[in-house]
């Protein structure tokens, strides 16, 4: 009949057949968290989590072990720098011997100018045989180098020479000096000096025309009487009245006196002191006194 639907159909019995059950596959698991889901789709997913590092792993060093590690440092460190002293020690020795044998011949021309001098052994044919030289007097001040450096005898005419010349006979107050004359100031000896009474009474005038410079050691003589307390000014000028050098000494103080002696004619010494010694005067000297 049409608008009817069909029995379902039956058994034997008349009772419905079962429909025969579907298997269904088992379904691959993955490990991991479970992720939950509303509507669960029959697959448990696991999403694998964050990985932890190992912690690293730190190997102690025996406290021992590392003295040990040290001291082994610093004996190698010194034995380098023994090493290294050694082979300078072995070394200085040549540099010495080197600079030894080298030295003769530096002091021998250091040395040789100092035969220099011998020319002006001409200008001494006044000079005792035997004399004593200026080189033997001891003076160790440099402004008395041209003393130091000649050994003649004084010129008395003071002409004008190649070399050095001590002061002869004044000109004018003779009377008072005496020249050429062996003095020692502060125990350094002066074969070649003037000495006088200071002060003096007149001046005294030397003809030193054509010399260049005037050196001289003024001071009182060790063994001058009624000088102890006394200082003396000693004034050097020229022929004009100009003075040159105003230089003043006692004992035990010696001046070294240079006087440029350009458009210098005469030289013009006067001398005062001053004293409460109760003497009226004291000798004075120009220790080896040389014009050059």
């Given amino acids: 009949m049409s608008g009817q639907s069909n029995p379902r159909p039956r058994g034997e019995r008349g009772e419905p057949l079962e429909e025969p059950e579907q298997e269904t596959a088992a379904l691959p698991t993955v490990e991991g968290e479970i992720v939950p889901h509303e509507e669960h789709s029959g697959i448990d997913v696991r999403i694998p989590g964050p990985v932890e590092r190992a912690p ?18 610093v004996l190698l460190l010194a034995l ?3 090493l290294l002293y050694a082979l300078l020690k072995h070394t200085s020795p040549k540099a010495a011997e080197a600079g030894a044998t080298g030295s003769p011949s530096a002091s021998a021309t250091a040395t040789a100018p100092s035969a220099s001098p011998s020319p002006s052994a001409a200008l001494s044919p006044t000079e005792p ?6 080189t033997a007097s001891g003076e160790a001040t440099s402004g008395a180098s041209p003393q130091s450096t000649a050994s003649s005898a004084p010129n008395p005419a003071f002409s004008p020479v190649n070399g050095v010349a001590y002061l002869g ?16 100031i502060s125990g350094t ?3 070649y000096s003037s000495r006088f009474n200071c002060p003096s009474y007149s001046a005294i005038d030397w003809n030193v025309a054509g010399y260049s410079v005037f050196t001289a050691t ?25 003075v040159l050098s105003v230089n003043k000494t006692a004992i035990g103080q010696p001046a070294v006196v240079r006087i440029p002696l350009s458009g210098v004619d005469r030289l013009i010494v006067s001398c005062n002191r001053s004293a409460n010694n109760g003497s009226n005067y004291n000798y ?4 080896n006194g040389a014009v050059s």
Wanted: glycine share 12%; aromatic share 4%.
């Fill in 56 to 73: 690293t792993k730190t190997i102690p060093v025996p406290r021992k072990t590392a003295l040990w590690v040290l001291l082994t440092l």
């Fill in 80 to 82: 380098v720098a023994g």
């Fill in 129 to 134: 045989a035997g004399g004593p030289s200026p």
């Fill in 169 to 184: 006979t004044p000109v004018d107050g003779s009377n008072n000096v005496d020249t050429k004359t062996d003095v020692v």
């Fill in 189 to 191: 000896d002066y074969p």
């Fill in 218 to 242: 003024l001071g009182i003589p060790d063994n001058a009487s009624g000088a102890t307390g006394a200082t003396v000014t000693m004034t050097f000028s020229d022929q004009n009245g100009k």
């Fill in 284 to 287: 004075v000297a120009l220790g």
